[in-house]
T-cell receptor, first 117, second 114 residues
Framework: EAGVAQSPRYKIIEKRQSVAFWCNPI?????LYWYQQILGQGPKLLIQ????????DSQLPKDRFSAERLKGVDSTLKIQPAKLEDSAVYLC???????????????FGPGTRLTVL | GNSVTQMEGPVTLSEEAFLTINCTYT??????LFWYVQYPGEGLQLLLK?????DKGSNKGFEATYRKETTSFHLEKGSVQVSDSAVYFC?????????????FGSGTRLQVQP
């Protein structure tokens, strides 16, 4: 079974530029998450999708970050314009969603490492 | 809101030593608890889980017990190996709602010396 795919793996940009990250979840996984992991910290949720609808985007800085999941499969996360403090690894994860279970295992992609200069 | 606190690292041990990494949590509901591991150059992987009080999660010689009375989920291993060197994250997620996103601790780096 193929895992969660992300691209690019690395990106270096200058502040005020724009950048986009792409995620392809595991086939059949209705739920998709984007996390931001700053160096030395644990991942922090940015946005959760269920199919193509947003479940939680309360921690997404909406003045500069946007995300979409058209057709409920692939997802794109965009930053426009980037700031120095956006330097981080951006992780995509996917899971099944069954509320009959106490948890749904999340499978993580390799991440995109963003450096903002 | 939810939060996870885990001991700061790095933790440096000799091979075959006993490992404990402390984790405590605060949750508004009744969470599921997890330990994730990040090996050098690799992505996050689920190590073990527990979904109710007194449950013990175990995998690859690691264990952790869900202690509701102390809101803790400490990770233990009786005899560590060099290959266990990695960053370990304690995490939780809500049960019973669609918001299953993980809340992570800050991570603990483990270094095992031969």
């Amino acid at each position: 079974e193929a895992g969660v795919a992300q691209s690019p793996r690395y990106k270096i940009i200058e502040k005020r530029q724009s950048v986009a990250f792409w995620c392809n979840p595991i086939s059949g996984h209705a739920t998709l998450y984007w996390y931001q992991q700053i160096l030395g910290q644990g991942p922090k949720l940015l946005i959760q999708f269920q199919n193509n609808g947003v479940v939680d985007d309360s921690q997404l800085p909406k003045d500069r970050f946007s995300a979409e999941r058209l057709k409920g499969v692939d997802s794109t996360l965009k930053i426009q314009p980037a700031k120095l403090e956006d330097s981080a690894v951006y992780l995509c994860a996917s899971s099944l969603l069954s509320l009959d279970r106490a948890y749904n295992e999340q499978f993580f992609g390799p991440g995109t490492r963003l450096t903002v200069l | 809101g939810n939060s996870v606190t885990q001991m700061e690292g790095p933790v440096t041990l000799s091979e075959e030593a006993f490992l404990t990494i402390n984790c405590t949590y605060t949750a508004t509901g009744y969470p599921s608890l997890f330990w994730y591991v990040q090996y050098p150059g690799e992505g996050l992987q689920l190590l073990l889980k527990a979904t109710k009080a007194d449950d013990k999660g175990s995998n690859k010689g690691f264990e952790a017990t869900y202690r509701k009375e102390t809101t803790s989920f400490h990770l233990e291993k009786g005899s560590v190996q060099v290959s266990d060197s990695a960053v370990y994250f304690c995490a939780l997620s809500d049960q019973g709602t669609g918001r299953r996103a993980l809340t992570f601790g800050s991570g603990t780096r483990l270094q095992v010396q031969p």
